[in-house]
């Protein structure tokens, strides 16, 4: 059974800094791409950052140069280093695997930016 687990979510003030974790069990990690999406009540989810098996990574320009994706293979698990954090981070965030036809979610983590 496949399960992403999310962790590090939390409320913090505006200039502030979270690491978001996402621990994988029940695929073979190292070849997943890995990704966080964010989504926001009444919006679509959207990418915010992926790293593939080859660790090439992709930031979705709202983030570039304040977030940073990164993976550990032998943890099996996927990070999202976010610092200088705005009120418009504030959302759900969602770890996602991706192998071929294969896609998987985790839960959610709630990040909230507010003074």
């Known amino acids: 059974q496949v399960q992403l687990v999310e962790s590090g979510g939390d409320s913090v003030q505006p200039g502030g800094s979270l690491r978001l974790s996402c621990a994988a069990s029940?695929?073979?990690?190292?070849?997943?791409?890995m990704g966080w999406y964010r989504q926001v009540p009444g919006n679509q989810r959207e990418l915010v950052a992926r790293?593939?098996?080859?660790?090439?990574?992709n930031y979705a320009d709202s983030v570039k140069g304040r977030f940073t994706i990164s993976r550990d293979n032998a943890k099996n698990t996927v990070y999202l280093q976010m610092n200088s954090l705005r009120p418009e981070d504030t959302a759900v965030y969602y770890c996602?695997?991706?192998?071929?036809?294969?896609?998987?979610w985790g839960q959610g983590t709630q990040v909230t930016v507010s003074s």
């Open positions: 790293i593939t098996s080859g660790d090439v990574t």
């Open positions: 996602n695997s991706q192998f071929g036809h294969l896609n998987y």
């Open positions: 029940g695929i073979t990690f190292n070849i997943y791409t």
